[in-house]
């Protein structure tokens, strides 16, 4: 046969696609493979397809080469060649010999895996989606993974004891502001436990039937409950507590109560534990022993002596649903009230919802027949009024009111319930400076002994006074005088207490407002130099011209102190005489609304504002002594405010708890707004209603209030240094509600410039012995000077030009300068001296003043022919 046409030689692996390869292995521009790769005498260093002629290469690249070296070195077992299929040669190996597919099946193991996914063999999508087998053993193995962590827990946790957790109850430790223990107080010494034979079914019964009826059938655990703690605490919400008795009882002996998802499982865990572990007798018993009822009592022997001076068995089912109604929340529920705590658990609508759940859990128990008709009719005869509140150990005098004021201010800047307060372990930094608040104290008990005498007279009787000292640029609580002290059973803290009208301090917030933002018929700011008609029995405008209504459709009319014909007045002037009917006109032009702003920029709380009618003005508002001292200090430090507060630093056991920094300082006025109204109130002290301040001997500014029926009386007074407000008032001590103080002390009235401003001046004295004066800040003149606002326009006079310091004549035509050599009676101050024109003709002032004057006369000693008037049908106070 000829060369040409003799048959090339087969190619000894690589099958097809390797002959394929070969067909086209010069055109590939592959390499051949080397020399002796397979052994073959036609293989040689320099000979390939193109030189020998045209033979194919028996190697279709690199892929075949190593393949070829395998098998030469032992890598690969041939087997016989398959017959051809189709008139073809099998590749050698068969399927899985060196030709088709020979490199990937090497590659692929025949050990199966443990988790066959993506499955093997399968393509496309069936290859991800998982097997039965699969799915199975997951769900098995998941819930049995569960069955192992519920079986770990429940062996780890062990039956809580209510005898471990009144064990661990602790004192919380206040400190003053030096870092000196002031007290230590908590719950560890009024706790006690009892036996579940020694609490009256009816108490038993009565928590049943309020909290868990089905207690003695369920197994302790709400699952639905649980889900929906877990629920709100992923969302950053209220965990809602435990629906069951049983766990109720878990949580209470969890004293930290921090909220935590493991917490939750571990109470679920011992819950469920209590539940197979004691009987239902011994979990009511520990919920009753370890359950907190308020003032200070855990557990229910604690809670009757508390309550009603008696032992636990010997309470009566009427009492037993009233405690029973204390656990839904004792900050709310005890009618004694809780105001240090919260503004609205006062102990009107404590009362109220007290007696409301009473009701509602007799009404229970007599549903589930656990009373009979007999003694449910018995028990729903009359609400069981509870004994009043008693004082703790250490907390008698001031104590007890520092304590709860910073006890207030920790559960309101916190996390810490009330319930984990006064489980203890608190260590409370407080402001308050023990020498101040000896002195608030001491300068009050002097003026009561001198003023007072309750058992000769009867109008001195429940005469009360509150008090708060506050630092300007800082807001720190120094001092407070909050009552007669626990011990004497007055526990309101009148410091930290809203329900007394603060009367005509409140005429500097509207004189504020009017030289911030100026009013309808001004362009700009309004000067205090300003003159408004203070007359007595006025109409009041409205800004379009028409007069105020009354709900009959009559106009409203305002009314001094007194009928003084004081004629058109400066705005500074109405303040050192502390006349209303200016005030209540400038309110209207100014808008209440602009009032009230100012008035919540410097401090007050949204809460005390009275309605927005003319009477506004003159200080229907009824916020608390230390908001008043802390809303004044504004004024001190040049419009700059700071929050008021008393807790520098708060720690649990040593650590650290957050949110107590110092509240941040804003620029709530104009400066020099602030520094205008102080420069008005100092002459108040120097010339008006606040004249006994003078008895301070350093610069200071202030304002006198009395209102409607001389129920109340004021004096808010401030230096560089401190802020100080002081309210005396009389109550009723059935009713809470305010009595007038008409003839207290042997005097006709009661005004904020007497007995108030004497208390004020004895504790600042005391207060800042040794300190400096450094004046006030200078006030710029401010604003745009309107005369006789409201009255017809005189007739211009060329020869003679207003000037700033303007007569307070009722006479239309200002004099041009001051008077250069004041007579006593004048009001001398920044903006120059002023004559006191209009008293004349003699007849009294204004507000906050007592006596007839002579007819030159015009400071405080001015004539009362009425008492405080009346504040029309807005019951506006009087000065």
Request: aromatic fraction near 8%; proline fraction near 6%; glycine fraction near 12%.
């Amino acid at each position: 046969m000829s060369e040409h046409r003799r048959k090339p030689p087969q190619p000894q692996g690589g099958g097809r696609a390797a002959a394929r390869r070969g067909q086209s292995g010069s055109a590939s521009g592959r390499r051949a493979a080397p020399r002796g790769a397979t052994g073959s005498p036609s293989d040689s260093y320099g000979s390939d397809s193109y030189s020998s002629g045209g033979e194919e290469r028996p190697y279709g690249g690199r892929a075949e080469a190593r393949r070829a070296a395998q098998r030469s070195t032992g890598g690969g077992r041939r087997r016989a060649a398959e017959p051809a299929r189709g008139g073809r040669r099998a590749a050698p190996g068969g399927s899985a010999g060196p030709g088709r597919g020979r490199g990937r099946a090497a590659a692929v193991s025949d050990k199966k895996r443990l988790i066959d996914y993506p499955r093997a063999g399968k393509y496309g999508w069936q290859r991800w989606l998982p097997s039965w087998k699969l799915v199975s053993g997951l769900c098995i193995g998941f819930f049995g993974s569960l069955v192992a962590v519920a079986g770990i827990g429940y062996a780890m946790v062990g039956v809580p004891n209510e005898e471990n957790a009144a064990a661990l109850s602790q004192n919380n430790v206040y400190y003053w502001a030096d870092g000196s223990q002031m007290v230590a107080a908590g719950s560890g010494q009024n706790r006690q436990n009892v036996t579940i034979e020694r609490i009256p079914k009816a108490m038993q019964w009565a928590v049943i039937s309020a909290e868990n009826k089905s207690f003695y059938q369920d197994s302790g655990v709400d699952p639905m409950g649980i889900a929906r703690a877990l629920a709100n605490m992923a969302r950053g919400g209220d965990t809602q507590g435990g629906s069951t008795i049983t766990q109720q009882f878990v949580k209470n002996t969890y004293l930290s109560q921090e909220q935590t998802i493991t917490r939750k499982f571990k109470e679920m865990f011992i819950s469920i534990k209590v539940g197979t572990k004691l009987s239902k007798p011994e979990i009511l018993q520990g919920y009753l022993n370890t359950s907190y009822y308020g003032r200070g009592a855990y557990g229910i022997q604690a809670a009757a002596q508390a309550y009603y001076g008696k032992e636990a068995k010997d309470l009566k089912p009427s009492e037993c649903a009233f405690l029973a109604a204390l656990l839904k929340g004792p900050t709310y529920y005890d009618p004694a009230g809780n105001e240090s705590i919260d503004e609205s658990a006062n102990a009107d609508a404590n009362r109220k919802r007290s007696e409301t759940r009473w009701r509602w859990i007799l009404e229970q128990m007599h549903n589930d027949k656990r009373i009979t008709d007999a003694e449910y009719q018995e028990a729903i005869k009359k609400y069981p009024m509870p004994q009043g509140r008693k004082a703790t150990k250490g907390m008698s005098g001031q104590i007890g009111y520092l304590a709860d004021t910073a006890k207030k201010y920790v559960l309101n800047h916190s996390n810490i319930t009330e319930k984990q307060f006064d489980q203890g372990g608190y260590q409370i930094r407080t402001t308050f400076e023990k020498a101040k608040v000896e002195a608030l104290a001491k300068a009050v008990k002097k003026v009561e002994k001198e003023k007072l005498n309750p058992e000769k007279r009867e109008l001195d009787k429940h005469v009360q006074f509150g008090a708060a000292s506050v630092k300007p640029k800082d807001g720190a609580i120094v001092a407070l005088y909050g009552g007669a002290g626990y011990e004497n059973g007055h526990f309101n803290n009148n410091a930290d207490t809203s329900g007394v009208p603060v009367g005509s301090t409140w005429k500097p917030f509207v004189l504020a407002a009017a030289m911030e933002h100026g009013t309808y018929r001004s362009d700009g700011p309004l000067s205090p130099l300003s003159k408004y008609n203070g007359n007595d029995h006025l109409k009041v405008r409205n800004n379009d011209g028409s007069y105020v209504l009354k709900k009959d459709n009559t106009p409203f009319f305002q009314e001094n102190e007194s009928d003084h014909p004081w004629g058109y007045i400066t705005l500074r002037k109405a303040m050192e005489q502390s006349v209303n009917t200016p005030f209540v006109q400038l309110g209207m032009d100014v808008g209440m609304r602009n009032v009230r702003d100012v008035a919540e920029k410097s401090g007050i709380l949204d809460a005390s504002f009275a309605t927005l009618n003319p009477s506004f003005a003159l200080g229907t508002s009824t916020p608390s002594a230390i908001r008043m001292a802390d809303a004044y200090a504004t004024f001190a430090a040049a419009g700059k405010q700071a929050s008021p507060y008393s807790v520098t630093s708060v720690k649990f056991n040593g650590q650290e708890v957050e949110g107590f920094d110092k509240p941040r300082i804003t620029q709530a006025m104009p400066e020099n707004v602030a520094n205008n109204v102080t420069d008005v109130l100092e002459n108040v002290i120097q010339n008006g209603t606040g004249k006994n301040a003078l008895a301070l001997g350093r610069t200071a500014a202030g304002k006198t209030g009395t209102t409607d029926e001389n129920k109340s009386a004021w004096f808010v007074g401030y230096t560089q240094q401190l802020s100080t407000s002081v309210a005396m008032f009389r109550e009723d001590p059935k009713s809470a509600k305010l009595l007038s103080m008409n003839g207290t002390a042997g005097e006709e009235s009661i005004h904020g410039g007497d007995t108030p401003t004497q208390v004020w001046t004895e504790y600042m004295k005391a207060a800042l012995k040794g300190e400096p004066d450094p004046g006030f800040p200078e006030a710029e003149r401010i604003g745009e000077i309107q005369h006789e606002v409201g009255a017809p326009s005189p007739t211009p006079t060329p020869s003679v030009e207003p000037s700033e310091t303007a007569t307070e004549s009722p006479s239309a035509t200002p004099s041009e300068s001051p008077t250069p050599s004041p007579s006593p009676s004048d009001t001398c101050g920044f903006f120059g001296c002023e004559n006191d024109g209009g008293t004349e003709n003699g007849g009294g002032t204004g507000g906050d003043v007592t006596p007839s004057p002579s007819p030159s006369d015009t400071s405080e000693n001015g004539g009362n022919t009425r008492g405080n008037g009346n504040g029309g049908i807005f019951g506006g106070p009087a000065g």
